[in-house]
């Protein structure tokens, strides 16, 4: 948990998310308007809280979200209570991560809500905000 929270908080910019439906991708940051979601930031907090924030160009109607996020080392997962996405909510949104480095962490959300976004999973990677 430190790697993805330090001793006190650690602040994360979305630097990749490709939607999947079946074989078929799709780059959200390269493909959304004006390049929106290239600059949300994640901030990750050592006491289980988070703050995801809809940072530069705007692309949903939530600007900030604060709640809680879990942790688990077998299997290698976050869980955050809530995130936006393309103007859509998603609720406990579970990442399986599949790589964690000290300046980054890479994952798949697996579970997408059907009524959402018509993809069967999003890979997202993050980058540590220096």
Known sequence: MERLAGVEAKKWKLTKAVAWSGSLSLDLIANSANKCLGDNELTLRSNNSYVLEDTGVKCSTVDRIEDQWIFTESPLQIQLAEIS????????????????????????????PENSLKVNKIDLTFTLVK
């Open 85 to 112: 996405l393309m103007d859509r909510t998603f609720k406990n949104v579970v990442l399986d991560i599949s790589e964690l480095k000290n300046s980054s962490f890479s994952g798949t959300v697996n579970n997408v």
